[in-house]
């Protein structure tokens, strides 16, 4: 790949390189009158930006300077609070943005350069929002490792996955409206617990507020009510990728989750990051999926590389305290790909809308420090984490930041995604 290099000054090793060029969604702080010793805030529409280095780019000002004139589609989409309306324009569209970004991004372009101060925002002064309006969210359980991790805790450890596991993607149907951006806290829920040494359930607060590490993707393309989505055309149904942590209450999960599935266990609050990476953006960091024995039902078969190789990692931040680094994995442990996720969502005519988001599941690799929640890494609570200050995690404790970051690196190409964060707040007192 040719080495390009842009007249945006990009730290080294930035997750945001010129290759990468992520989309979100902004709005700008502007500093107001003095009052008081700080300055008071106030916030301006949020509308599309992409970023670069310690910058956002704002379309919308790129796009009333006249640099996409030539590129026929509705130039306003860049003015909504969400990216749904852009993206539905489609990949050819998509592509054509992209490029013409980064040829005014190139140094020696001086044309876009020239008008920095009415595109660039410096990212401390970007308010970042929900990048996209979700409609349907699915979380599969696409991790092999991860999966029998949990076999092994809840149920037979010699006969650790279920029988389907190894034939179908396992899915389930999420709650979207309580997908938040990266940095909004969530407070610890309330549910039904059955303590092992009780008959009864109880009603109480979660002690064993856990978090998952995940991919998601987002969906870029619609379909028809009994329209099906090949493995094969998969990924034009998909605009980007973007990090994604399904909080979990293990001990209120663990209570309701049979006949149906999680319920309140997961509905409280996912965190996604703020910049969604578009698939060209990871085109060279593809890789292999693991060896799927046995063999899957044609409508899963599949050929290519259809895995990223995305390196991850979870610290916790404890209020006062020093960060602790937890885990350590890679996205290319997935045994299920998003392609044959997408097929099997679909095979039954499930239609599909734009900004749909899909989870990848949590993200565990074969060692017990690449485990991608603490439910794997302290094994149910048996084997704490030491923190720094002395203190130790079995789970989750109100005012810890989860923080998660991935990026990708291939012949000193960077693209990443920066990270999703949220910090656990005290439950919220309860009203009968």
Same mark, same amino acid.
């Given at each position: 790949m040719e080495k390009l290099t842009?007249?945006?000054?990009?730290?080294?090793?930035?997750?945001?390189?010129?290759?990468?060029?992520?989309?979100?969604?902004?709005?700008?702080?502007?500093?107001?009158?003095?009052?008081?010793?700080?300055?008071?805030?106030?916030?301006?529409?949020?509308?599309?930006?992409?970023?670069?280095?310690?910058?956002?780019?704002? +379309?919308?000002?790129?796009? !009333?300077?006249?640099?996409?004139?030539?590129?026929?589609?509705?130039?306003? $989409?860049?003015?909504? #609070?969400?990216?749904?309306?852009?993206?539905?324009?489609?990949?050819?569209?998509?592509?054509?943005?992209?490029?013409?970004?980064?040829?005014? +991004?190139?140094?020696?372009? !001086?044309?876009?350069?020239?008008?920095?101060?009415?595109?660039?925002?410096? $990212?401390?002064?970007? #308010?970042?929002?929900?990048?996209?309006?979700?409609?349907?969210?699915?979380?599969?359980?696409?991790?092999?490792?991860?999966?029998?991790?949990?076999?092994?805790m809840f149920r037979d450890p010699a006969n650790a996955l279920l029988p389907n596991w190894k034939h179908l993607p396992v899915g389930y149907h999420g709650r979207a409206s309580s997908i938040v951006v990266s940095g909004t806290p969530i407070h610890r829920p309330w549910g039904q617990v059955k303590p092992a040494d009780q008959e009864n359930p109880v009603f109480k607060i979660s002690q064993m507020l856990d978090f998952e590490l995940e991919i998601a993707f987002v969906v870029g393309k619609e379909t028809a009510l009994g329209e099906r989505v090949s493995t094969s055309e998969a990924e034009d149904y998909i605009f980007g990728l973007a990090l994604f942590n399904d909080w979990s209450a293990r001990d209120i999960q663990s209570w309701e989750y049979v006949p149906l599935g999680p319920f309140l266990g997961k509905n409280f609050g996912s965190s996604i990051s703020a910049w969604i990476v578009p698939l060209e953006a990871l085109e060279i960091f593809r890789t292999q999926t693991p060896t799927q024995e046995p063999a899957v039902l044609d409508y899963l078969k599949f050929e290519g590389l259809k895995n990223y190789d995305i390196q991850l990692e979870v610290m916790i931040k404890p209020q006062h305290g020093e960060t602790k680094k937890v885990c350590q994995t890679n996205f290319n442990y997935m045994y299920w790909n998003m392609c044959q996720q997408l097929a099997h969502h679909t095979v039954n005519g499930c239609n599909l809308r734009v900004g749909d988001v899909c989870a990848s599941g949590t993200i565990s690799g074969k060692e017990k420090d690449s485990f991608g929640s603490m439910l794997e890494l302290t094994w149910r609570g048996t084997n704490p984490i030491a923190m720094p200050d002395g203190t130790e995690r079995k789970f989750i404790n109100d005012y810890d930041t989860v923080i998660m970051m991935g990026f990708c690196e291939k012949n000193n190409i960077r693209v990443g995604f920066g990270e999703v964060s949220g910090q656990i707040l005290p439950a919220t007192a309860f009203k009968s």
């Open positions: 842009s007249w945006v000054e990009i730290p080294p090793n930035s997750d945001f390189s010129i290759y990468n060029l992520p989309y979100g969604i902004f709005s700008e702080w502007l500093v107001g009158t003095q009052t008081t010793a700080k300055a008071t805030q106030t916030a301006e529409k949020a509308r599309v930006g992409v970023r670069i280095g310690d910058y956002v780019i704002d +379309l919308k000002a790129v796009s !009333e300077l006249g640099f996409f004139d030539d590129i026929a589609f509705d130039k306003n $989409v860049f003015q909504k #609070n969400v990216l749904n309306d852009f993206i539905i324009l489609g990949k050819n569209i998509h592509s054509q943005v992209r490029n013409r970004l980064t040829s005014l +991004l190139l140094r020696g372009n !001086e044309s876009l350069k020239n008008q920095a101060d009415k595109v660039l925002v410096k $990212v401390e002064n970007a #308010n970042m929002h929900l990048p996209v309006h979700i409609g349907d969210y699915t979380d599969f359980y696409s991790s092999e490792e991860h999966a029998t991790n949990v076999g092994k």
